[in-house]
């Protein structure tokens, strides 16, 4: 599965979903959010990203390992839904790092991968602790087998590291336990991903899949995928709350322009 999905330079694309019920910032628009973000992903597959993957990303404050249930069933129903027509690679994320949900939620519906924020190192960050979970998902996983690849973050976004470890030494602990690809966003400073950063991963760990998750934009993906293997793009890809077309398709145009 994962030579299958890393067969060429792969753009994917955030199908973020709008604050969802049992948050703070809920708005009782249950029908605007399942609305959207079916809309959001049609857009994204009609302007030809490689992959797709639903997250809970206007969730604030924030949760750390779970979300509420009626956020969970919400999510459940719009992921099986978006599956159901979606004919690229479907994964999930359940921010910060809800990994028994996210694995539930991906046995259900036969998710392609899900994204992890914390896997083998320990995280802090506004809404608390989160410990790395390798060790318990693997049980879970061998309870509950799928061809679910594991999408790894080290150094993941707005948290600090307990103690921190520098991403590289991050990426070969994860590859030591099982990840499927790395994702990486901060560099040892705590700042955005830089090219030079992906180039120095590229060659500590080899030739294993990384995905840079964040900071990616319209004139800067081609350095990054000179060493990356594939990007995520989420408010790249938005004007607003919503999904752009025009950003979307001049985006893809540069990427296919260079990588059929």
Known sequence: MRSEFFNKKVVIGMVHLLPMPGNAAYRDNKEEIIRCA?????VLIDCGVDAISLENFSDWPQYSTQVPLEAYSL???IATEIKSFCPVPFGINIEMNAFVQ??????????????LE????????SFGMIEACS???AKLMKDYPAKTLLFTDVHTAETYGCPEVPINELAQNAIN?????????ENDQCKKITVEDVKSMREKIGDFPIIVGAGVKTDNVLQYLEYADAVIVGRGFKTGDRVDPAK?????????????
């Not at 996210?102 to 994204?115: L, N, P, S, T, V």
């Not at 914390?118 to 960050?125: K, W, Y």
């Not at 336990?177 to 966003?185: F, G, K, R």
């Open 75 to 77: 999510m459940l129903r």
């Open 102 to 115: 996210e694995w539930a939620m991906a046995y259900a519906i036969d998710a392609d991968f899900i994204r």
């Open 38 to 42: 079916i809309e959001d992903a049609k």
């Open 248 to 260: 979307v398709k001049e985006f893809m145009q540069v990427v296919r322009g260079k990588y059929n």
């Open 135 to 137: 060790t318990p998902l």
């Open 177 to 185: 336990h099982d990840s499927s690809a790395i994702i990486v966003t």
């Open 118 to 125: 914390a896997f083998v190192d320990n995280r802090a960050g």
